[in-house]
């Protein structure tokens, strides 16, 4: 490759950003060291917001628990998306184990159980839900929901409750 070639491939690129593209999101320690920055979802279930996406209706975070047992019962009309960073989870509907390392792919429409195991300390998933959490009974009674709008809800409540203030959440929020 000629030397000028070669210099064009390290130069940034030269033209403006898009006016209207909202502005990126980078979480320096994703995984906090601070237990304040974990959102409470119920007892030993946190949540970790990384991007708490308003205009498009999803949101990206990480779910840890720290408790065996059901977790919930739910579905999502769009698709959803994981990665388990920690420990390791399943569903009651499937015969297979998301381990450390494992992406997980959840069609829309598919109810399942999401359940962590007795053995099992500590899970960590990072997940991309898209649209709604719908959770329900095993006969498809409906139990509540949660949606990005909800998210940001318990985030501004935990975090002016444990001193970060309300608008800590809005570097995650586009």
Not at 81 to 102: C, F, M, N, P, Q
Not at 141 to 151: A, I, P, R, S
Not at 158 to 168: F, N, P, S, V
Request: aromatic letters at 12%; a negative charge; one cysteine or more.
């Amino acid at each position: 490759m000629p030397a000028q070639q070669d210099d064009h491939q390290r130069m940034p690129y030269q033209y403006p950003q898009p006016a209207e593209a909202s502005a990126d999101i980078v979480v320096p320690n994703a995984i906090p060291d601070d237990e304040r920055i974990w959102v409470p979802q119920a007892e030993n279930v946190d949540f970790r917001p990384l991007c708490l996406n308003v205009s498009q209706g999803y949101w990206v975070n990480l779910l840890r628990v720290r408790k065996s047992g059901v977790l919930s019962r739910h579905r999502h009309p769009n698709p959803v998306h994981g990665i388990v960073l920690k420990g390791e989870w399943r569903y009651l509907e499937h015969d297979w184990v998301a381990t450390e390392g494992s992406y997980v792919y959840e069609p829309p429409g598919e109810t399942h159980t999401l359940v962590v195991d007795d053995h099992v300390e500590e899970m960590i998933t990072l997940f991309q839900v898209n649209g709604v959490m719908y959770y329900v009974d095993p006969w498809s009674g409906h139990l509540g929901f949660e949606d990005v709008f909800t998210k940001v809800d318990m985030c501004r409540q935990h975090y002016e409750a444990c001193g970060l203030g309300r608008d800590y959440v809005d570097q995650f929020i586009r």
